[in-house]
């Protein structure tokens, strides 16, 4: 596999994938991370004399053009970021927009507006990709939140482009997410939260093979706790996943896994109060309560075994971390994967809200490894070969 740092740019224009899909408010970017995430591989191909077109999707529009998913204000932030002027065409696909790109200068950005105006997409059309391949005489796909679906701009395109490389965030998060889980340090633990307990099941069925540890928290534990026999009161729970939290456990007594579910659970009778009302053990929580966050128990038990792992991975807050009373469990899980980096541990973070968390804690740079991307982080880790990686030749 190539590399970027390894490609030789002579007068190319680098065509490249990137995951400017950002949060919009009024017209604006309302959160820019991922655009600041995509600068490093854009400024490497600028700084050494390539011409660079950008490609990207925004929000669903299923094909149909609205202004409401226009990347335009994208193109404006980015503006800022790389203090230059940058080209903008309104159709990915258009002759125009081709025309834009064979005239630019060393050095030049051309966006090209959203991908997803057209179905040709997501339907990874062979007719639209090679429209899209020729805007560019090399690519470099840095958009990893995409990388589990293979659509025309991020596989289709392999096919007409010779040089194609991972950009810089790309083959970062293989780094983190696929070579450091296959060999990792250990001890090594997996902490896993948050609601979707249905797509995370993967994830807990690899990792009882793989990991020392597993801790389940968050809304996933109460599926758990049900199976164990435990009254979880109004508790989130998923009745259709019981059988397979029961086979997991089992599973996992057969394997050197050691497996988690919290003993104690802060409790209350109305998440809109913003109050908790008690500390429960998992055997006395009531009818008409509902768990909300792990207990000072847990929370001890969870954070001493991170603070003796080498390698923690995290996948979902532990708590609907959002109310003040209810996130001192994701808090606590957050300092003690801070604290175990800062003694030269591997603390890799997966997941869009456990990520928001550390960002409002301000542990962000204390971590070894936060991944931009949802889904396709969870398939990854859960050791599936992604469609966009392999189009690479990156496994
Ligand atoms: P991530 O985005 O990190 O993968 P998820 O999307 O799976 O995490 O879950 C995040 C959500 O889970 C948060 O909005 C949080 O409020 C919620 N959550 C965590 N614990 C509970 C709980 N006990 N009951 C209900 N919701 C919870
Ligand atoms: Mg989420």
Same mark, same amino acid.
């Given at each position: 596999m190539k590399s970027l740092e390894s490609l030789d740019f002579d007068n190319d224009r680098a065509l490249i994938r990137v995951d400017f899909n950002v949060p919009m408010s009024e017209g604006k970017v309302a959160d820019d991370f991922r655009i600041q995430a995509a600068l490093p591989s854009i400024k490497h191909c600028i700084d050494h004399g390539a011409s660079v077109v950008l490609m990207s999707h925004l929000g669903r529009p299923g094909g149909v053009p609205s202004e409401d998913l226009s990347l335009m204000p994208v193109g404006e932030t980015l503006c800022d970021h790389l203090e230059m002027s940058i080209k903008f065409s309104h159709d990915c696909v258009s002759d125009d927009a081709i025309d834009v790109s064979h005239e630019l200068q060393a050095g030049e950005v051309h966006l090209l507006e959203n991908l997803r105006f057209h179905t040709g997409e997501t339907k990874n059309d062979h007719d639209f990709a090679s429209r899209l391949a020729q805007h560019g005489t090399c690519f470099i796909n840095d958009a990893f939140g995409t990388s589990h679906r293979a659509h025309a701009s991020n596989v289709?395109?392999?096919?007409?482009?010779?040089?194609?490389?991972?950009?810089?965030?790309?083959?970062?998060?293989?780094?983190?997410?696929?070579s450091a889980v296959i060999r990792p340090k250990r001890p090594f633990t997996i902490v896993l939260g948050g609601t979707k307990i249905g797509t995370k099941l993967p994830l807990v069925t690899r990792f009882i093979r793989e990991a020392d540890n597993v801790f389940i928290g968050g809304g996933m534990a109460?599926?758990?706790?049900?199976?164990?026999?435990?009254?979880?009161?109004?508790? %989130?729970?998923? /009745?259709?996943?019981?059988? #397979?939290?029961? @086979?997991?456990? +089992?599973?996992?007594?057969?394997? $050197?896994?050691?497996?988690?579910?919290?003993?104690?659970?802060?409790?209350?009778?109305?998440?809109?109060?913003?109050?908790?009302?008690?500390?429960?053990?998992?055997?006395?929580?009531?009818?008409?309560? %509902?768990?909300? /966050?792990?207990?000072?128990? #847990?929370?001890? @038990?969870?954070? +001493?075994?991170?603070?003796?792992? $080498?390698?923690?991975i995290w996948n979902g807050p532990m708590g609907i971390f959002e109310t003040k009373a209810y996130s001192g469990g994701t808090k606590a899980v957050a300092e003690a994967l801070a604290q175990m980096t800062g003694r030269g541990g591997l603390s890799i973070i997966g997941g869009g809200d456990s990520a928001s968390a550390v960002r409002e804690l301000n542990l962000w740079s204390e971590m070894t490894h936060i991944s931009t991307g949802g889904g396709a982080s969870l398939e990854l880790l859960a050791g599936r070969e992604l469609p966009a990686m392999k189009a690479l030749g990156m496994v």
């Open positions: 289709g395109v392999t096919d007409f482009l010779k040089n194609c490389t991972p950009g810089f965030l790309m083959s970062e998060e293989f780094k983190f997410l696929h109460f599926t758990f706790l049900k199976m164990a026999g435990h009254k979880i009161g109004k508790s %989130i729970y998923d /009745d259709s996943l019981l059988q #397979t939290a029961k @086979q997991i456990v +089992e599973m996992s007594k057969s394997l $050197n896994c050691e497996f988690h579910l919290p003993s104690d659970i802060v409790v209350t009778e109305d998440i809109s109060s913003g109050q908790d009302s008690a500390v429960r053990k998992v055997s006395e929580i009531d009818n008409n309560e %509902i768990g909300v /966050d792990i207990g000072p128990e #847990t929370i001890d @038990q969870f954070c +001493e075994t991170i603070n003796g792992s $080498n390698t923690v």
